[in-house]
């Protein structure tokens, strides 16, 4: 089906994904992801898993960081 990604804005990064919010599941790459000029400067730490056709999910993969540009 394709990847899930969560986002959290801001440091600490997420000690699970639960500190997280939803973003999108991405049926292929690049994702491109918008935020608020607000959040320029932030860091935004990424978690993702592949989501399966029938539903499920895989693990976690390692956590991602990068700043939003703006």
């Known amino acids: ?4 990604i969560w986002v959290k804005i801001g440091d600490p990064a997420p000690g699970n994904e ?8 991405a049926p292929s790459s690049p ?3 918008s935020y608020e000029p607000a959040d320029a400067g932030k ?8 989501r399966l056709l029938d ?3 895989n693990t976690w993969g390692e956590t991602v960081s990068a ?3 703006g």
């Open 67 to 69: 700043t939003i540009t």
């Open 43 to 50: 860091i935004a730490h990424y978690m993702l898993r592949w």
């Open 1 to 4: 089906m394709g990847v899930e």
């Open 18 to 25: 639960k500190d997280c919010v939803f973003l999108a599941v």
């Open 55 to 57: 539903g499920s999910t």
């Open 31 to 33: 994702y491109l992801a």
